[in-house]
């Protein structure tokens, strides 16, 4: 297995000028008992410290080792993969069509031609839209196959349909939905596989950090508000007092994502507060309006295309855009500080599709947090790059 390098231009990128994630505000808080999260995940009361700590849980539940094997989508991104590495399962890619469904007859191939058997498949749900899981989780029961949706880009689910449901196990990276500084959740829906999970406490210095990260970051980009500005004097003194920058997630680790060390922490009191108090109603149609206004804009763009149009259950978590030219477009827009990301990283495969988008497809964001005129901002430098380019 062979990853695709990161692109070297990528540090001499400057820093985006919107975030990419949703930031912290008061407005998007709903301190009442009436405050209903539309989430299957809202569930769960253990809180990892992100996604990939919940999913190497979930894989060392169904029983993950070098005798087995897992099959993941060919188009993913580098830290999903990372705790399958650790845990020395072998690993096969198996091929997406154009709008990233699974292929089918090639995972049938793969079970068939697997030198070890599989263990599990993982699904994703990308950009918070929904795959058709009926024949992959029959195809999966027949050949004894745990199948694990993950959910990191699909938090909610509309028209009650909420949250997992074909899955024997799901992950949630709940920091690409609140502005919370951590965060992962698992779902464990098949009771053969429950197990008590107890995960270490977390000092109540780690805690003041990740308050304090939280709130930093907020003044990173436009708008910071009343507690920004206070953050950002406090910043000046530490910076004019050579004080060093707090980091939460300061171990090291031989991996460029997961940390095994941190997968048995908890997650932070500030990230289960925000989670539980955020206003999820206006959150999600916050998203939805965001998407639908990019996606009016950008469906007939020239060079380009959006990768979906919104669904009625979708709560998007980017929004996805094709490009024609991406060798000159992507850097352009990275000059100019588009919030934008992709998975140039994966892992080399047979899979036409997903080296295609590895370069072609972009993430753009449509969070809460985003206002009209930075949307408007954001297509206005997306529109001339392409007719430029």
């Not at 680790?253 to 109603?281: C, D, T, V």
Request: with cysteine; net charge positive.
């Amino acid at each position: 297995m062979k990853f695709h390098p990161i692109n070297e231009q990528a540090q001499n990128f400057p820093k985006p000028k919107l975030s990419v994630l949703p930031l912290f505000s008061f407005k998007f808080l709903a301190i009442s008992v009436k405050n209903k999260c539309l989430s299957s995940f809202n569930k769960n009361r253990t809180l990892y410290t992100d996604g990939r700590s919940a999913l190497a849980h979930g894989l060392q539940l169904v029983g993950h080792s070098d005798k087995n094997a897992i099959l993941f989508p060919a188009y993913h991104c580098g830290s999903m993969i990372e705790p399958a590495i650790w845990l020395t399962t072998d690993i096969y890619f198996y091929k997406v069509n154009q709008d990233l469904s699974p292929n089918l007859n090639h995972i049938q191939q793969l079970i068939l031609q697997a030198k070890k058997p599989i263990k599990t498949l993982v699904v994703v749900h990308y950009f918070g839209f929904f795959q058709h899981l009926d024949d992959i989780a029959q195809l999966c029961k027949k050949n004894g196959i745990a199948l694990i949706e993950d959910c990191a880009h699909a938090y909610y689910r509309l028209n009650n349909k909420i949250g997992s449901c074909a899955g024997d196990l799901a992950i949630a990276s709940p920091r690409k939905f609140f502005p919370i500084p951590d965060g992962g959740l698992l779902t464990i829906n098949n009771p053969t596989l429950q197990k008590e999970i107890t995960l270490e406490s977390r000092s109540f210095k780690t805690q003041l950090k990740a308050l304090y990260s939280c709130l930093q970051t907020a003044t990173l980009y436009p708008k910071p508000g009343v507690l920004g500005k206070v953050i950002t004097k406090i910043e000046r003194l530490r910076t004019k007092n050579h004080v060093t920058k707090i980091d939460v997630a300061s171990t090291p680790s031989a991996f460029l994502w997961f940390n095994p060390e941190k997968m048995n922490a908890q997650g932070s009191y500030i990230a289960k507060w925000i989670m539980r108090f955020s206003s999820h109603q206006r959150i999600i149609e916050c998203r939805r309006k965001n998407y639908q206004y990019l996606f009016d804009n950008l469906k007939n763009q020239a060079n380009a295309h959006p990768l979906y149009a919104l669904t009625d259950e979708t709560v998007p978590y980017m929004f996805p855009l094709v490009i024609n030219n991406p060798e000159q477009q992507f850097v352009a827009l990275k000059k100019q500080g588009v919030p934008i990301w992709r998975w140039e990283e994966l892992a080399e495969s047979d899979c036409a599709n997903s080296q295609h988008y590895r370069t072609h497809l972009l993430h753009l964001p449509c969070h809460q947090s985003l206002s009209r005129s930075e949307l408007d901002w954001i297509m206005s430098c997306v529109a001339d790059t392409l007719s430029k380019h």
